[in-house]
C-alpha cells in the first residue's frame, strides 16, 4: 500500500519536474512546480512526518508559488520562444556540467552510504511536539542563525528595491 | 465483513451524508444572506417560491443549471475550465477534517467526522491556501482586464492576510499543546462558557483578529475588493457564467461555512454546551445526548453565519491602500502581540501552579 503511493506520487513528481522544463508558457511550469510540491508533501507524509507535508503545503504551493503565479501575471508573460533562446554555450556547458554534478553527488552518497540512517515507509508519524523539541532545544542555535539570515535577506531586499529617495 | 471493508464503507457514507447537508447548507446561507440584508435594506427578500420563498434555492440552481455555458473564444481554455474546479473542490476538501460532535464509534469507526488528522488545523489552512489558484487562475485565464485585477487583488489580499490568520491561532494552539480539532475542543469542554478559549483562554484579540483575517480570506465585505462591482464589473468571475460561476459562488459561501466552523471549534468550545456540568451529562438518553452536542455545534455556527450577513448589510467596502495597512500594520503586529502576552501568561501561571 505505502509502496504503491510512493511510485505514485514519485512519478507525479517526475512528471511535474519534466513537464516544468517542456512546457513553454511560464503559468504552465508554475502549475506543474504546484503539481511537485503538493507530491513532494505526500513523500514527506508516507515518511511519517505530518508537520513537515503541511508546511510544505502551506508555504511552498500555498504562499510561494501563488507569488510566483502573482508575477507571471502581472507582467503577462507569453510563450517563450525557443528558437531564440537556445544558447550554444548553455548547452556547451549545461550537459557536461549537469553530468558532472549527478556523477559528484552519487559518489558522496554511495561513499557516505555506511553514516546514513534508514527510515521505513509506513505507519509511525512524528509528532509536531517532538518535531518542536528537536528544533527549538537540541538546534536551538542553528534554528535561530537561520532566521536571522532569513531577515538580513530581507532587509537586503527592501533595501535594493527602495527609491532613492532626494 | 472485513475491518477495511466496513472502515471503507462507513467512510464513502459518512463522506455522502456531509457532504448533502453541506451543499444544503450552502444554498440555505445564499438564502438566508438574501433574507436578512432584505430585512435590514428595509424589504423582503425573496418570498415568492414555496413558503416564505423556502423554495428559492431550487429555483436558482435549476436556473443555474439551464443557463447556457458561455465559453470566450479569447481565453486560455485549460486554465479556464480547471479554475472553478479548483476553487471548489478546494472548498469541499476542507469540511473533511472538521469534527462535529463528540466522540461515538461505530465498529472502531468515529461517527461524527470524515477523518480524525493529527494536524488538522494546519489542513484546513493549507487546503483554503491552495484554493487561491482557483480565484488567481480564472482572473488570468479570462484575458479580460477586469477579471485580471480582481484576481491581483485577491492573490494578494489572500496572501497579506494569511499571516494575521495563521499568527491568531497560535495561542489556541498552545492552550491545547496540540494541532488536532478534537484536542482544541477538548481543552475547552471542561466548565462550559467559562473555559471556552474566548472567555477562559483569554484569546478575544487572537479571536477577533482571526475573524478579520478570515474575512479578507474569504472575499466577504468589508474586504470584497476582488469583486467590487463599483469598479470591476464583477471582477475575477466576470466571464462565467452558468455552472463553472455557481460554482465559484458556491465555493464562496462554503468557505464561509468552514470559517464559521473553524472558529466555532477553536474560540467557542466547538460541539461543548456553554452550561458545562450544569445541564446532565447523559439528557434524555444516549441519542439525544449523543445529538444535543451537533445541536450546539450547528447553532453556534449559524450564529457566526448570520454574523457573516450581518456585517455585510452593515459595513462599507475598504479602500485598496487601507487594506493593505490595515493587514500588515494593524492585525500582523497586533497577533504578534497576543502570541507574546499568551506565552508569557502561560509561563507565569506553569511558575505559579507547577
Redesign the interface.
Known sequence: MYVVLFFIFAALCVAGALNLLLQRHP?NSA?SL?VVM?SLAVLYLLLGA??LA??Q??VY???IM??F??VI??LNAGEEDRAKSTSRVASAAGFPGVVALVCLLSYVYLSEKVHLGTTALGDQ?V???ALARVLFRDLLLPFEVTSVLILIAILGAVALARKEQN | MSTILIFTLLSLIKIAVVLVIYLTAVAYTVLLERKVVGRIQNRWGPSRVGPFGLLQPLADGLKLFLKEDLLPTEVYRP?YIAAPVIALACALTSIAVVPFGGMSSFHGVQLFDIADV??GL??I??VT??G??GI??S??ASNNKYS?LG??RA??Q??SY?LAL?LSLVGVVMRA???RLRDIVDVQSAHGLLSWNFFGGLQFVGFFIYLMAAYAETNRTPFDLPEAESELAAGYHTEYSSMKFAMFFMAEYANMITVACVATLLFFGGWSSPFGHLLPDNLGGPVIAALLPIGWFVFKVFLFLFLYIWVRGTLPRFRYDQLMSFGWKFLMPLAVLNIVATSLWFAWRTTLHP
Open positions: 503559468i502549475l504546484i503538493v505530518e508537520f503541511a508546511a503545503v502551506i504551493s500555498g504562499a501563488v507569488l503565479t502573482f501575471m502581472l508519524l509528532s509536531t511536539s | 486554465l493529527n494536524i494546519l489542513v489552512l493549507g491556501s491552495v487561491v489558484y488567481a487562475l482572473g488570468w485580471l484576481s491581483l492573490s494578494a489572500l496572501i494569511e495563521g499543546g496540540s494541532l
